[in-house]
């Protein structure tokens, strides 16, 4: 009995030095890559509200892309004069037989624009050269008093 109870407290005491050598031990963490220029994010660029409101003034050709979500857009009985609604993954299609040089204009009712700059770089890989992002979306937009038309039914 006396073994017994001699090899259990070793391998107790076994135990707690693994735990604590364990403990203290820094994984082995591999130097992050540096990113290739393929892996670096498309940068986006953004138009003010008063910027795009000269240009539909101007009646200058825009491609202009409501990317707000259905139920936000459902409930809105408006949209920017101009706009086609669509979602962020069909984007590209929308626009498949856009020419690439056209301006396309992105926007949606996110708190960071995060819907319309994906939808940017989704056509910027895609070979469109000039596209940017509605900076604030359509809460800056309404509160800009920008021209809107009826959302179509």
């Given amino acids: 009995m006396r073994l017994s109870k001699r090899i259990?407290?070793?391998?107790?005491?076994?135990?707690a030095c693994a735990n604590?050598?364990?403990a203290y031990q820094t994984p082995d963490v591999q130097r992050e890559k540096p990113k290739s220029k393929q892996d670096q994010p498309i940068p986006v660029v953004f138009i003010t509200a008063e910027e795009l409101k000269a240009k539909i003034a101007k009646n200058e050709p825009l491609a202009i892309l409501d990317l707000r979500a259905e139920?936000?857009?459902?409930q809105s009985d408006k949209t920017i004069k101009g706009s086609l609604h669509t979602k962020v993954r069909k984007v590209v299609t929308r626009l498949r037989d856009a020419p690439r040089?056209?301006?396309v204009i992105t926007y949606c009712a996110c708190p960071s624009d995060e819907a319309a700059a994906i939808a940017a770089r989704s056509l910027m890989a895609s070979g469109f050269k000039r596209v940017r992002v509605l900076k604030g979306g359509w809460n800056a937009w309404v509160q800009a008093g920008g021209q809107m038309e009826r959302r179509p039914l």
């Fill in 8 to 15: 259990a407290v070793v391998a107790a005491a076994l135990a």
């Fill in 71 to 74: 139920s936000a857009y459902s």
């Fill in 20 to 22: 604590i050598a364990l």
């Fill in 101 to 103: 040089d056209k301006e």
